[in-house]
């Protein structure tokens, strides 16, 4: 990957050291090339974590090659999914062996997120082997958790090696597919909220992680049409460009380049998708057409400010670049309009989610992390209930096309 050495930079300038990262195969066959890697690496005692479908995708065809193997499938609540919480984890720790060597996470960013902590827990390393490209998580620390209700994320162990093989990705369900562009299209409004916050909260900023994660941004864009096809063209650039991410925010030990207040929106929708036992939907997804909406919120709001009327010291002092940050973002309408091209929903109504829950979002959300995005300033200079044109725009037209002109 031609990330690698750019990534190897990023290290230094943060720490004067190169960084170990994990070995990554992207090609058609990958999976017949696991069995060697664990030969070479001396790893005998091998675990594969599943649930009923990934293990049908992958973990069959895993189990039959590899000898000295346990098969862990995963319990699914009432809807038929796997939830990264208590209970999961608790099962898999439960039933994974002590003398494990090491453990194959098959499947997407749930699964992924449930191994790598258990295996941080018990010191076992993990390899990664995607189902689908779906989320930009594989080969991050970070693990996003749901306990007692609420979502937390953890850092813990990113994988030893990635085998992404292209045949089973190409196969993959496009929705899910079109949930890892959406996860991608969210460095928009991630990248910008970084930014905003090294202005106003003086937050430690990297340019080259920026590029980095940007440059992985554009390609998708560029290659919409072939993502949304589902050829190995695109799914190749998909699959390294949320590799990539994960990579960059491995090397930065933090997500701050690729989460920000589209992730907040994200979260908050799921938690409460979780009050109600409801089923849940795919991160990604929840993801792109949060983009949209922050998106049209920060366009929206910006415009309604002047320098002098802002207290806030640092906010104040760069308003312009802030302002300049916002106005640089695609219009919601073009971001639809990508969410589109690649086979997924673009609106909350497609996700089936009632405009009172995205306005109390766009109130409340911000609470749930400890971090300066777009979404918490404007909710400190709100001198009423933010919502956004956006939500409205089939019953507002004129003033719609108006704003985004």
Same mark, same amino acid.
């Given at each position: 990957m031609a990330a690698f050495q750019e990534l190897n930079q990023l290290a230094q300038e943060l720490t004067g050291e190169s960084v170990s990262l994990p070995e990554i195969t992207i090609k058609k066959g990958a999976l017949d090339l696991i069995s060697d890697y664990l030969r070479a690496q001396d790893m005998k005692n091998i675990v594969?974590?599943? /649930? %009923?479908?990934t293990k049908s995708a992958d973990g069959n065809h895993l189990y039959e090659k590899l000898e000295h193997m346990v098969m862990v499938q995963l319990e699914q609540d009432d809807n038929g999914q796997v939830i990264a919480d208590e209970q999961t984890i608790v099962q898999l720790l439960a039933e994974v062996p002590v003398e494990t060597d090491v453990l194959l996470a098959v499947g997407a960013g749930t699964i992924h997120d449930i191994v790598r902590f258990v295996g941080y827990k018990m010191n076992i390393p993990f390899i990664s082997v995607p189902?689908?490209?779906? *989320?930009? &998580?594989?080969?991050?620390?970070g693990a996003p958790l749901i306990f007692k209700g609420m979502k937390k994320t953890i850092q813990t162990a990113a994988p030893i090696a990635v085998f992404a093989d292209l045949n089973v990705l190409m196969h993959a369900p496009k929705e899910l597919t079109a949930s890892g562009f959406g996860d991608i299209l969210g460095k928009y409004t991630s990248l910008t909220d970084w930014k905003i916050s090294q202005l106003v909260a003086n937050e430690p900023y990297s340019e080259l992680a920026a590029a980095i994660t940007r440059q992985s941004l554009e390609a998708c864009v560029t290659h919409v049409d072939s993502i949304g096809a589902g050829n190995e063209k695109g799914i190749r650039i998909l699959t390294q460009a949320l590799i990539e991410? &994960?990579? *960059?925010?491995? *090397?930065?030990?933090?997500? #701050?380049?690729a989460s920000g207040g589209e992730h907040h929106l994200s979260h908050y929708w799921e938690m409460e998708l979780l009050k109600t036992n409801a089923r849940q939907l795919l991160h990604g997804t929840k993801v792109g057409v949060s983009t949209a909406i922050i998106t049209a919120l920060y366009k929206e709001n910006v415009r309604h400010y002047k320098r002098e009327d802002i207290s806030i010291e640092k906010l104040r002092e760069n308003w312009e670049e802030v302002q300049q940050l916002i106005e640089s973002l695609p219009?919601? %309408? !073009?971001? #639809?309009?990508l969410l589109t091209g690649a086979g997924g929903p673009s609106t909350a109504e497609e996700l089936g989610l009632p405009g009172a829950l995205i306005t109390d979002s766009l109130n409340e959300a911000h609470h749930l992390r400890d971090r300066c995005t777009g979404l918490y300033i404007f909710n400190q200079l709100k001198n009423e209930q933010l919502t956004s044109l956006d939500l409205? #725009? /089939?019953?507002?037209? %004129?003033?719609?096309?108006?704003?985004? !002109?």
């Open positions: 594969i974590v599943a /649930d %009923e479908h189902t689908a490209a779906s *989320v930009d &998580g594989f080969t991050s620390k991410s &994960g990579m *960059v925010m491995l *090397v930065l030990d933090h997500s #701050r380049p219009n919601p %309408e !073009r971001i #639809r309009q409205y #725009r /089939d019953k507002h037209q %004129e003033a719609y096309k108006w704003l985004y !002109r």
